[in-house]
């Protein structure tokens, strides 16, 4: 198992503002995840972010507006850079365990941006 | 791209009552993982499949993989108040999962 701590839970930010969310694992990992969950949707995977090198984006994602940094295998930056309302969701940071073959993604609780 | 679709996208039983989602992929997949989100949470892993045609229980949860590998199900039996959430399948291919729309089941008691 996993303890992932995600910071902010929650926060109300205006139009055109940056917000940076952390994502800290009590244990050693071997992929880490960031997420988009809009209210009642599914998840949609942002990147993969890569320790010491830049991220893998999804389509659809660039670097520019959604900034990821990990210097280290259990921490993890993802920046949301000038802000719309469409922006507003749930971000959830999810690792893979260093040596469990489940399969098993664990998700941190989220942060619940909502962007005025 | 890989796309995964899930059906139904809710689901209202009454307690008691079977439940199944049917989770379908675009492309043939290594495995296929099952979450569960209650309201307000995140997603909790319930399960990975990875063999053609394998199918795994779990107390009253039966899930299954489709022997192209492109198709799964889960299966609740009897359900109970405390199975109410969204399911979602997840699959994987090329270290990456892509997650389904989900299914929400609402169990009345």
């Known amino acids: 198992s996993a303890v992932i701590s995600q910071k902010p839970s929650r926060d109300i930010c205006q139009r055109g503002t940056s917000l940076t969310i952390q994502c800290q694992v009590d244990?050693?990992?071997?992929?880490m995840f960031w997420y988009r969950q809009q209210p009642g949707q599914s998840l949609t995977l942002i990147a993969t972010a890569n320790q010491g090198s830049e991220a893998t984006y999804e389509s659809g994602f660039v670097i520019d507006k959604f900034p990821i940094s990990r210097p280290n295998l259990t921490f993890s930056t993802l920046t949301v850079s000038n802000m719309s309302p469409e922006d507003s969701s749930i971000y959830l940071c999810?690792?893979?365990?260093?040596?469990?073959?489940?399969?098993?993604?664990?998700f941190g609780e989220g942060s619940r941006l909502t962007v005025l | 791209g890989q796309q995964v679709m899930q059906i139904p996208q809710y689901q209202h039983v009454q307690e008691g009552e079977d439940f199944t989602t049917y989770c379908n992929s675009s492309t043939t997949l290594s495995n296929i993982q099952w979450y569960k989100q209650r309201p307000g949470g995140h997603p909790v892993f319930l399960i990975q499949?990875?063999?053609?045609?394998e199918v795994k229980k779990q107390k009253r949860l039966t899930f299954q993989f489709g022997e192209a590998k492109k198709n799964s199900s889960l299966h609740i039996t009897a359900t109970q108040t405390t199975d109410v959430g969204t399911y979602f399948c997840a699959g994987g291919n090329a270290g990456k999962s892509t997650f389904g729309d989900g299914t929400t089941l609402t169990v009345k008691p």
């Open positions: 999810s690792v893979e365990l260093a040596g469990v073959n489940t399969g098993e993604l664990f």
């Open positions: 499949l990875v063999k053609s045609g």
């Open positions: 244990s050693q990992v071997t992929m």
